[in-house]
């Protein structure tokens, strides 16, 4: 079976950057991005191409060679899923916030809405590509929703995680660790199906990178990667509270520990507390499931990784108040870094937004410099949280657009996001700049303590 058109629902963060790569690896694909999101989708369409919008590095430049030769962005979301032969969901799958599994479960309803329009549009047979992550044993949701139409069309389902991280989707995307393929391979049709979006990533993943599973292997694989991934982060993050109580230093732990081949050294990076709009909300799905299913045990166990995270961003905020004398009344606290993460635009859940919003309980006035973030976007996550009024967090917290103008006349400066270019900043300008005592915090392991105390700064890093 050969694909000629693919349609994708969902122009997010997942559904633009895999479809820019399908579309310049696969120059005899049509690929259709559609998206109810309307701002969005002009933005995909914006002449300038550095408009797009998400930055991530290297994007552009594939946008701009892809788009209108086969690379298309369109709200007319029937109009191209009955184009299809192929059809990515990759809408986004929040933790649900109302109801059954509130604050825990993931929150289909989108998925389901595209089933049902899917269901609803379609007049000839095609192949369902889950790309959102979702609970497993999802397929069968959408095998019931989509078999029920009663119009004789034929769907297969696949389920085709996304592993990407965002800061570094291109890459990930052009040379896959794996790219995995759920589907039901005890039948001719879903072999087919399997085969067909197996040809398709051929295009440029050889064969021993592409592996092909059960739909369930292929659903849980998704949540349980997210899952390990998290755990190391915390596991470091655990070991880095117990650095600073007894002068060990985490960095040489996680070097020690990672030289084992067996260990491996990634993901050992001790931080201010993992973000993102997926690790949580990924391992709350999966500590909702095992619940469930009874497994208590199981929940709890992976739930651990939650709380170690939540109590590492709370430590950290609580560091720089009993730093400062045990008051941020009226204080002026530098924040560089509101991004979850560097090289991404991307917010979500990022611990910038969680200390920030502890420091203002406290009272402190927040100067606030991200070289990606916009200042709507950083009101709009403080408000999104409903600790205060929008008015008040706008009264309380400033942006500003260098980093020299937020640590001006500033009592702390904290790290949260490592972005490269913090490292290069003239941080003795900046001392001098300070009020002094001058306070450094640095949440993410980005500068040497030494040049830092050398220039004068009262300094504070994570597990060090
Ligand atoms: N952000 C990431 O780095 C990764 C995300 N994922 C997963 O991919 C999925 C999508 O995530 P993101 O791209 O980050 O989300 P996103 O929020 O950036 O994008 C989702 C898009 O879907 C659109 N949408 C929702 N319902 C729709 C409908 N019925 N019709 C048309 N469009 C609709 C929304 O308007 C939005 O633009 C999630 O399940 C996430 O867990 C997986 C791997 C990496
Ligand atoms: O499902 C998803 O959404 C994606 O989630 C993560 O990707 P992402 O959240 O974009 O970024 P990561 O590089 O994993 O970082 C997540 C958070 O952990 C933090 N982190 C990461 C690594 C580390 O060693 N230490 C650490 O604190 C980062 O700063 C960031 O806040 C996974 O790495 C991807 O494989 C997955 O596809």
């Known amino acids: 079976m050969k694909i000629e058109n693919i349609c994708c629902i969902g122009a997010g963060y997942v559904g633009g950057p895999t479809m820019a790569i399908i579309a310049q690896k696969c120059p005899h694909i049509n690929v259709t991005v559609v998206d ?5 989708i002009a933005a995909w369409n914006d002449e300038d191409v550095n408009n797009i919008p998400i930055y991530e590095p290297g994007l552009s430049d594939i946008v701009k060679e892809a788009r209108g030769r086969n690379l298309f962005f369109s709200t007319e979301v029937d109009n191209a899923i009955d184009k299809a032969d192929m059809i990515f969901i990759s809408v986004n799958t929040p933790t649900k916030t109302y109801g059954m599994g509130k604050g825990m479960a993931a929150d289909l309803k989108f998925i389901e809405l595209c089933a049902r329009q899917i269901a609803r549009v379609s007049t000839s047979d095609k192949i369902v590509v889950e790309k959102s992550t979702l609970p497993v044993r999802t397929a ?6 989509l078999e ?3 119009n004789g069309v034929k769907f297969q389902i696949l389920s085709n995680p996304e592993f990407l991280a965002e800061g570094t989707a291109v890459d990930d995307l052009l040379t896959p660790d794996r790219v995995l393929i759920g589907g039901d391979i005890d039948s001719e049709k879903g072999k087919e199906a399997v085969n067909a979006l197996v040809d398709v990533y051929a295009n440029w993943v050889s064969k021993e990178h592409i592996l092909t599973t059960n739909v ?12 390990f991934l998290a755990q190391r982060v915390s596991s470091i993050n655990a070991m880095s509270e117990l650095c600073e109580k007894t002068g060990a230093d985490v960095n040489e732990v996680a070097k020690a520990v990672g030289m084992d081949s067996r260990i491996g050294s990634r993901f050992l990076q001790s931080s201010v507390g993992f973000g993102g709009s997926c690790f949580q909300k990924d391992i709350l799905n999966l500590v909702y499931i095992a619940k469930s299913y009874g497994l208590g045990e199981v929940a709890d166990y992976w739930e651990q990784v939650i709380i170690l995270n939540d109590h590492q961003k709370r430590r950290f905020a609580e560091k720089i108040v009993k730093t400062l004398f045990n008051t941020v009344s009226g204080k002026k606290i530098a924040i560089l870094g509101w991004a979850f993460k560097k090289d991404t635009n991307d917010t979500r859940e990022s611990a910038a937004i969680y200390v920030a ?6 009272q402190a006035e927040i100067i606030v410099y991200d070289p990606k973030v916009t200042e709507e976007q950083i009101y709009a996550d403080l408000d999104y949280l409903g600790t205060r009024s929008e008015n008040e967090n706008r009264s309380l917290l400033k942006v500003v657009n260098t980093a020299k103008d937020a640590c001006r006349d500033s009592h702390a400066v904290a790290v949260l996001t490592e972005w490269d270019e913090y490292k290069k900043l003239d941080w003795k300008e900046i001392y001098s700049n300070m009020l002094k005592p001058a306070f450094l915090f640095d949440g993410r392991r980005l500068l040497e303590r030494k040049a830092m105390e050398d220039i004068g700064f009262e300094f504070y890093a994570i597990g060090n």
């Open 36 to 40: 109810i999101n309307e701002k969005r």
């Open 357 to 362: 919003d502890y420091l203002m309980n406290e």
């Open 148 to 150: 029920n139409t009663g």
């Open 140 to 145: 069968e949701a959408l095998k019931n929703i």
């Open 216 to 227: 369930w292997s292929s659903e849980l694989s998704k949540l349980t990667a997210n899952a």
